[in-house]
């Protein structure tokens, strides 16, 4: 088969709920994929960070074929040998008590979601079912029917309600606004450190400071939607850790399943977590022993391979060199590690095009927000592949 007959299958079987760009990929190692007529492309999205270790990186891959040989799945009704470990990892690296693991990233948005709440309830006296989050416009947390309700996306809502009540949301940057909409009635505020999807928006510097002071001033949990800038994206363990913040509830997803496994999970101290009861939440899933045993790997590959200060590295030295390209089309470069933006000017006619240019030279990048094309190779990328990368780049931002 070739390219054209996959996609032609998944035309005509596959609900459209993507628009993907027109390249089948059979294989891929490190930052590089294979597709099905075997041509070599950089991979510039990583799965939109569920691949900050790389494709099929060995000691994952490792993790996943020897846990297979023994057991995968048990249920939350048995206890398994793999998830006590993990959550042994977690609070080594990360410091909190407790972790509540499921498998997807929006999976993990709703469980810290009715963790506030019931903190609203039980610990600050909310009263029942009136309890309300604050959001941030432009925050992207997942499409469960919950979440896409505080959307502020059009596109993500039509045709899709009711919607959930509860929430409010207050311009992303905006300190005083978000000060603004906290009521006796709030008990939490989720933010993502960054914008991934509404096209890598970068908040002042102080504003998640200033969100977790007062968070702190007015008994309001707040919760950092890690899901795409955790794990050593941004150069840091955590997005929030650039400013010295300790959210009270973390959300992880993605790069936790080393890209190969879903794996997610909610982090916070005792006196939060540990309000949920049995039978309170759960999934059959989530926490199995095929999930834990690849997220061990995966979190021993950051912490060994130095993945976070990588991209720190790399990412202050892709930036330097994508600001010095002399486009005409270019509106912004903005980021942090590696996870960058570079927002075109309206007179570009939107981003796809540029990357379906690039696709064309070798690199695989998508379009967020249509004018935001979006950098964010896996962490284990060197610096040959980089500049290997900027000349394409340069040459596709300056069409003749």
Request: glycine residues 10%; negative net charge; charged residues 20%.
């Amino acid at each position: 088969m070739h390219a054209k007959d996959y996609i032609a299958l998944e035309e005509n079987h596959g609900a459209h709920n993507y628009h993907p760009l027109d390249v089948v990929i059979e294989r891929g190692e490190g930052a590089w994929v294979w597709d099905v007529e075997g041509r070599r492309y950089l991979d510039f999205l990583s799965a939109y960070s569920a691949l900050n270790q790389g494709h099929r990186h060995p000691r994952i891959m490792a993790a996943l074929s020897e846990q297979a040989a023994r057991v995968t799945l048990t249920s939350r009704a048995f206890r398994n040998d793999q998830l006590g470990l993990l959550y042994q990892d977690l609070y080594d690296m990360l410091g909190y008590d407790l972790a509540l693991p499921m498998n997807t990233g929006a999976e993990a948005v709703e469980t810290a979601i009715k963790v506030a709440r019931k903190w609203g309830y039980v610990v600050k006296g909310i009263p029942r079912h009136e309890a309300e989050i604050i959001v941030a416009d432009g925050n992207f947390h997942g499409r469960t029917i919950t979440v896409i309700s505080f959307s502020t996306e059009p596109h993500y809502r039509d045709d899709f309600g009711p919607f959930t009540p509860g929430f409010t949301s207050v311009p992303f940057g905006d300190a005083a606004a978000l000060e603004a909409a906290i009521t006796p009635r709030t008990c939490a505020i989720m933010l993502e450190p960054i914008q991934g999807e509404a096209g890598v928006v970068v908040p002042p510097p102080g504003y998640l400071r200033a969100a977790a002071d007062m968070a702190a001033r007015h008994q309001v949990l707040l919760i950092a939607d890690e899901i795409q800038t955790g794990l050593g994206r941004t150069g840091k363990l955590l997005s929030s850790d650039h400013e010295g913040v300790r959210p009270d509830l973390v959300i992880l997803g993605k790069a936790l399943g080393g890209g190969v496994y879903p794996v997610s999970a909610v982090l916070a101290d005792r006196p939060i977590l540990g309000l949920i009861q049995p039978g309170e939440h759960g999934s059959t899933f989530g926490g199995n022993p095929l999930g834990a045993a690849v997220a061990r790997a995966a979190l021993a590959v950051l912490r060994e391979e130095g993945l976070a200060d990588r991209a720190h590295d790399l990412g202050t030295y892709f930036m330097e060199r994508l600001v010095e390209i002399p486009s005409p089309l270019v509106k912004e470069v903005r980021g942090q590690g590696l996870l960058i933006g570079v927002e075109l000017k309206p007179e570009a006619g939107g981003a796809r095009r540029y990357c379906e240019a690039l696709m064309g030279r070798g690199i695989l990048c998508k379009e967020t927000h249509q004018n935001v094309i979006r950098f964010a190779p896996p962490l284990v990328i060197d610096r040959d592949a980089l500049d290997w990368a900027v000349p394409h780049i340069t040459d596709v931002l300056n069409p003749r």
